[in-house]
């Protein structure tokens, strides 16, 4: 163990092992549900630090578990007794080439910082979501993150053009092209992306760079229920040309939590509704089109009756404060325990229907559970919280057993955006095609011989594989 | 070898074997320049006999080579005495769902088919190449193919949301999903688009549908120079909101190919220019605003001397005429012989500094050969076509290679979409990073252990990788 500890202080320097109760950063992850005290955090300087210490753990057969900014919800970066591989000290934007519109960064560089830089030319990376004051492009990458913007931005894949990727056993695989055609054999990146850590370590990126927008309107909506809203944002689309860029659902139950957990903040409308929408345009020029689609097609559902209040931001600080209380979900959601965070999609046309039918299925289990949802309604993804009566592990499972159900009933997945990790090992065993699990497994096989990267997350073990369909 | 035949036939029925003369259409490649014989032609009716088709080969250890419309450029489709799998039967175009904007399709359908059903319903799958009238979906999957319409639209990988995928063993992957968000373990999806029958035989996919653009406004811009180029095209995107859906580059040796091939077309301006650009702008909504920005950008261009004259499609016949040169571009590369048509990419602000660069480079090596060019001009994706004045193997490969060489000098790729089928093995040997073959290899072996699907293309023997840097 200490010569295990010697020679990875001898690749990264002694000050950056750290053990002991200097792990505690990293023996949890932000919700405290997961936990796994490291044999050590290991913080290479560079590329090549990581190189080796893969190396090194590849002959002696250890585990390695990726970690950057920590900020998952599925404990995909926690790994009792492993090495923790902290990316945080790969942390330089290489190089922003404005023309080109990409950014090169390195994995340990937290999206706020290089949407900071990016400003400074008038561009910016276009993921949006809570954590992104903490997140870093290495675990962005590795759970080809979501958030608000992929309605039209498209979510971490579609963002990204290259990749620099360390192997399980060492081997640098230098995939860093800024090319938007490049047919030149197997699709390595986007199987990289998305990927966990279980195939490699990916330490730097080509991203791609979208210009500021010069034109944002931001408002928030209230409906009384939320079956016209899918034909809201297609009204929105089409008298915009296509410029929605978040189409956010927040229900009573959300608001009602902000408002606990930030208590001086101000109601959305003078009175509470249902259903609360946050709507965002932007386009890439200065121009009053957005606004005055926004207002017409507003006033239009106003006159219909299937939009009861609206109030349109009048400047940043008003739209800051629509976003704040979004993006505080994560904290919304974590407020009580016992607590079952889950992440689900359905078409985003069964949006409303699936929240209606949730409901008395999680109660006929949990008579009197709490219930909450926030959803990025432009991708059919929930947010679905769930406070159970009591902190049993078989209700706690039964319950997460009906929330996946339901989606897959509705032609839906039981994962979005935030992966799989630990939390979704069952519904993997259950739900994915078990054809597709096995060719997973043969992958993660022919790349990690030994298994060190991230075990006994996102696979679920081979027999779990659902049968007799 | 009967015994084979006679299995096969148990499979499909003995009409849909096919051995001796009865193979000769695919036998060769549309430019004649690949050929290779197969044992068989076996054309199954559907998913199962495909499977079943695959179980057999995969026992025997038969090679099989999977063909649909036979459209390549590269021999990524033939192969001597394998079995050619024809999809062409699995023509079912299952589900148009205009809501979720989708369409379920077999591997079989023709793009224009697709495109045909899908103009009923005011959509459209927006890949846009010249042999989009017999090429289908399961070869456009496999090569990830791109064209005109990659600047607004991506390429096929963007264009696919769910693939079924039948495994070398025959088992069946079904990853039909129609999601926006899924991140449910490894991208196969991504991995099998663009993998060219290597890691198994697309059956089905559910594809992307966009609206047909209620406005599209179509010019032929002429300059006297490439340069100015890059900086038209982002004033279009500027002033139209990124509304410009292609932007295409034909020289004059091009045009003089066009009037070659068709002696009875006209020439795009009543005076010949070394510049010859296919603009296209469109937008979903009716409206004067594309137009516009079209001819404002053009009429600033004129004033300040770029660009030299243009003309405006008046109707869609005129449209139709423009596109029709365009679209030429096979027959016009392929018109004469010996001939080297090849498929490079490089930044788009490269694109004139590498005609410039390319020509006394080759004529260096071959003095007389005639050169011309078609280009993607916003992907920065050329189609290089060299006519060597003497058809020896040594000099066709000198001659390649100098053309890859520059490519790659200015950080481009070799193969930008056409893929790497056979003609490319070299430079992929060449330039691909060693350990990203390697790791190709791996996941071959993983998913295709008896090395039946498509032999000997996309992936250079291993040894053959680059060493030394």
Request: hydrophobic letters at 45%; proline letters at 6%; a negative charge.
């Amino acid at each position: 163990m200490s010569e295990l500890l010697a020679a990875l202080a001898a690749i990264v320097g002694p000050v950056h092992v750290l053990t002991g109760a200097d792990t505690a950063p990293w023996d949890s992850d932000w919700t405290g549900h997961y936990r796994g005290a490291p044999l050590a955090v290991v913080r290479p300087a560079d590329r090549d630090e990581v190189a080796a210490v893969l190396r090194l753990a590849s002959a002696q057969g250890v585990a390695v578990v990726p970690v950057s900014g920590n900020t998952g919800l599925n404990g995909g970066a926690l790994g009792e007794g492993a090495i923790a591989l902290s990316l945080g000290r790969l942390n330089r934007l290489r190089e922003i080439r404005a023309d080109a519109r990409v950014a090169v960064v390195e994995a340990g560089v937290i999206v706020d910082a290089l949407n900071a830089a990016a400003a400074e030319q008038g561009l910016m990376f276009p993921l949006s979501f809570g954590a992104s004051g903490s997140a870093m492009i290495g675990g962005v990458l590795s759970t080809n993150a979501g958030g608000a913007n992929v309605l039209r931005y498209g979510n971490t894949r579609d963002l990204c053009l290259g990749v620099e990727v360390v192997l399980a056993d060492g081997r640098v695989m230098d995939l860093m092209t800024a090319l938007h055609k490049n047919n030149s054999g197997f699709d390595l990146r986007d199987l990289v992306i998305g990927a966990e850590g279980q195939l490699g370590i990916i330490t730097a990126a080509v991203l791609k760079l979208h210009p500021l927008p010069a034109t944002v309107v931001t408002a928030m909506v209230a409906m009384e229920t939320l079956d016209p809203a899918p034909g809201l944002l297609n009204a929105l689309q089409d008298a915009s040309g296509n410029a929605v860029v978040a189409f956010e659902f927040m229900p009573r139950s959300f608001v009602e939590g902000y408002l606990e957990i930030v208590p001086d903040s101000r109601e959305p409308f003078d009175a509470p509704h249902p259903v609360n929408l946050l709507v965002e345009l932007a386009a890439p020029q200065p121009g009053e089109g957005p606004g005055m689609a926004l207002e017409s097609v507003l006033a239009a559902a106003m006159e219909e009756g299937t939009v009861t209040d609206a109030v349109i931001a009048q400047n940043e600080a008003q739209r800051r404060q629509m976003w704040a209380r979004r993006e505080a979900a994560a904290e919304i959601s974590f407020r009580r325990n016992p607590v079952i965070d889950t992440d689900i999609a359905v078409p985003r046309d069964r949006v409303a229907d699936y929240l209606r039918r949730i409901e008395p299925r999680l109660q006929a289990r949990d008579p009197g559970c709490g219930l909450m949802s926030v959803a990025h309604l432009g991708d059919g993804n929930i947010h679905y919280t769930c406070y159970p009566t009591r902190d049993e592990p078989a209700l706690m499972a039964a319950l997460r057993a009906e929330i996946d159900a339901l989606a897959m009933e509705l032609n839906g997945t039981f994962s979005a955006e935030h992966g799989v990790g630990l939390s979704k090992l069952a519904p993997m065993a259950r739900y994915k095609d078990p054809v597709a699990l096995d060719a997973m497994r043969a992958i993660k096989a022919a790349l990690d011989p030994r298994g060190i990267l991230n075990p006994g997350k996102t696979l679920p073990p081979a027999g779990a594989n659902r049968t007799g369909d």
